[in-house]
Nanobody, 122 residues
Framework: QVQLVESGGGLVQAGASLRLSCAAS????????MGWFRQAPGKEREFVAG????????YYADSVKGRFTISRDNAKSTLYLQMNSLKPEDTAVYYC???????????????WGQGTQVTVSS
């Protein structure tokens, strides 16, 4: 398994930007498809974005398409989520996760980080 640690969350105003990072250790990072998920209070965990092993394919939730960008640096074993034009409804705990294949389903991901809080004020 791969171990994942997220960072970069914080409190920002609506319209601001944040970049989340997810540092991986353990097994070879480049052998995993990666995803970002989020969970707001009282809501189920939802898919945000996913990226294939080498970064050639990406998926986004409709709610973040055009505002968020997922990327990875396999040499640094790090996953990123650039979040622009943040909205209050983006407030949630954000998790990175690893999977054997690119998917929108959380059930496909078997390694998870501890999460980082993102709070967007209006």
């Amino acid at each position: 398994q791969v171990q994942l640690v997220e960072s970069g969350g914080g409190l920002v105003q609506a319209g601001a930007s944040l970049r989340l990072s997810c540092a991986a250790s353990g097994r070879t990072f480049s052998s995993y498809a990666m995803g970002w998920f989020r969970q707001a209070p009282g809501k189920e965990r939802e898919f945000v974005a996913g990226i294939s092993w080498l970064g050639g394919s990406t998926y986004y939730a409709d709610s973040v398409k055009g505002r968020f960008t997922i990327s990875r640096d396999n040499a640094k074993s790090t996953l990123y989520l650039q979040m622009n034009s943040l909205k209050p409804e983006d407030t949630a705990v954000y998790y990175c996760a690893a999977s054997s294949r690119l998917s929108r389903s959380s059930y496909e991901y078997n390694s998870w980080g501890q999460g980082t809080q993102v709070t967007v004020s209006s």
